[in-house]
């Protein structure tokens, strides 16, 4: 978009062009996050791939980040606008951590902060194009939420973003209880990443979980799952379908 500007340069007032730019659709782009409470706070798995439109262009993208002492972060969507929400974050924690007053940032002021955030950007019709989720835990309480791209932010005790909202998200209804042991919400995270790695063209076998609790983040080294692709319906997809094609 090009909008002209005046300027006054002695009796004559001329017009510049000045160029406001705006993310019109996302480049490089991440699919799913899906995270979990679990009994001791919060797991959060990604994998790594980064889509540059329908191609598999990077496979070495680190979508989940440790912010401050309690909260994790993960995005799906445009990898350069979470580089930005990341660089925001760094000064919002500076900032905090320059009163020195024994406190810091909980994931619930993470959280709101970065849900204005996106609403803002989005009031100024230039958002920046994520799904973000926020977990954390804090004085023995854990958190998680969502934030969408135009500021719709909810918490919950599982979270999933893209494709993961809609073949995820029914795993762990199913599944999910609030006694979930490390091991066993590994596990759950494990059985929906394998879900989205069949179903989801843009998701590559190359993950990482993390976890958060009272004592810090840890996140895991990128490692891959077994798989199987010898069911009859990956053979031969359109068997039994319908119409001319």
């Known amino acids: 978009m090009t909008f002209t500007i005046p300027i006054d340069n002695g009796d004559a007032v001329k017009n510049a062009e000045a160029d406001s730019q705006r993310t019109l659709y996302p480049y490089v782009t991440g699919t799913s996050i899906v995270a979990i409470k679990y009994k001791d706070g919060v797991l959060m798995a990604s994998d790594m791939g980064g889509s540059y439109g329908s191609t598999l262009r990077y496979k070495n993208i680190e979508r989940i980040k440790a912010i401050g002492k309690h909260s994790l972060l993960g995005a799906s969507g445009e990898i350069s606008d979470f580089q930005e929400i990341l660089r925001y974050?760094?000064?919002?924690?500076?900032?905090?951590?320059?009163?020195?007053?024994?406190?810091?940032?909980?994931?619930?002021?993470?959280?709101?902060?970065?849900?204005?955030?996106?609403?803002?950007?989005?009031?100024?019709?230039?958002?920046?194009?994520?799904?973000?989720?926020?977990?954390?835990?804090?004085?023995?309480?854990?958190?998680?939420?969502?934030?969408?791209?135009?500021?719709?932010?909810?918490?919950?005790?599982?979270?999933?973003?893209?494709?993961?909202?809609?073949?995820?998200?029914?795993?762990?209804?199913?599944?999910?209880?609030?006694?979930?042991?490390?091991?066993?919400?590994?596990?759950?995270?494990?059985?929906?990443?394998?879900?989205?790695?069949?179903?989801?063209?843009?998701?590559?076998?190359?993950?990482?979980?993390?976890?958060?609790?009272?004592?810090g983040v840890t996140i895991s080294q990128p490692y891959s799952l077994t798989t199987f692709w010898e069911f009859q319906a990956f053979h031969n997809p359109t068997a039994g379908a319908q119409g001319s094609w």
Request: net charge neutral; with cysteine; hydrophobic share 40%.
């Open 89 to 215: 974050l760094d000064e919002l924690i500076l900032n905090d951590n320059m009163w020195d007053d024994g406190n810091s940032l909980g994931p619930k002021e993470v959280h709101n902060y970065l849900t204005r955030v996106m609403y803002n950007r989005r009031n100024k019709f230039n958002p920046l194009w994520n799904t973000l989720v926020l977990g954390g835990v804090k004085k023995g309480k854990s958190y998680l939420g969502m934030v969408s791209m135009i500021g719709v932010s909810f918490e919950d005790n599982h979270v999933a973003t893209g494709f993961g909202n809609h073949l995820a998200r029914p795993i762990l209804r199913d599944e999910w209880h609030a006694d979930l042991s490390f091991e066993d919400g590994v596990k759950l995270l494990e059985k929906c990443m394998r879900v989205l790695l069949y179903r989801d063209r843009s998701a590559i076998n190359k993950f990482q979980i993390a976890k958060i609790t009272e004592e």
